[in-house]
């Protein structure tokens, strides 16, 4: 059964600036035979204001500056302490962002990692925003690296994007992408909510504008099936 939650009280604003910025980052491995997968949104009217949010965040941890300036080019969720996790989805509630996630159950499913699975699920999750902000700029994290499998990827996602709106992709490495690495703290704090529970996702409830949960045969037929 599909469910989504979403939090009218945090509704988006008519008055958003026209191009809004978007990264997309997920968690969890599709190939592998696990319980969960997941994925994020970012999308913001003003990147400036987290481009360093993450550098911020390591510093004030307190480590030594030369340390946190390497580390902020490589944190992710999965390396990250737990104190760092909180302290960045604290400050992400901070900022002026709107949030939107999937968790996907996969019933321990070993489903194919590729470019045509890795789209429908891109726009099963875009779909909560792209009416909202139909002209986007999305970065999306790295997954594939070969030419053909991004061109299928994208080309399948520009199909089905909202006829009046404008959609750039560029494929970006998350550590050096802010919207994308903090899209990788966000996903990985769905996967961790779904998996053991972990509270943390808490902290940005207030961001969140749809949170859509639903099994992967159910998504993946209503994508084939669309025109």
Known sequence: MTETVRHPLNAITPEAPHIVHAGLDESGSLSAA???FA?????????KEIDNLIARVTLRSGKRLQRERKLHAELK???????????????LAQTDVDIFTLAV???ERRIAD?????AILACELLQTCWRRFPDLALALDRHFTAPR?????DTAIYRHWPADG???IVHVDSERNALAQLADFVAG??????KAGNQTIRLIDNRVRAAVVDDWPKIKARWIHMP
């Open 77 to 91: 969720w999965h390396n990250a302490s737990e104190r760092v996790r909180r302290d960045v989805l604290a400050h």
């Open 39 to 47: 994925m994020a949104v970012i999308a913001t009217a003003r990147p």
């Open 105 to 107: 159950r996969k019933d």
């Open 149 to 153: 499998h991004i061109a299928v990827g």
């Open 34 to 36: 696990t319980p969960w």
């Open 114 to 118: 590729s470019p045509e699975n890795y």
């Open 189 to 194: 704090s769905v996967y961790e909510w779904h």
């Open 166 to 168: 404008l959609l750039s």
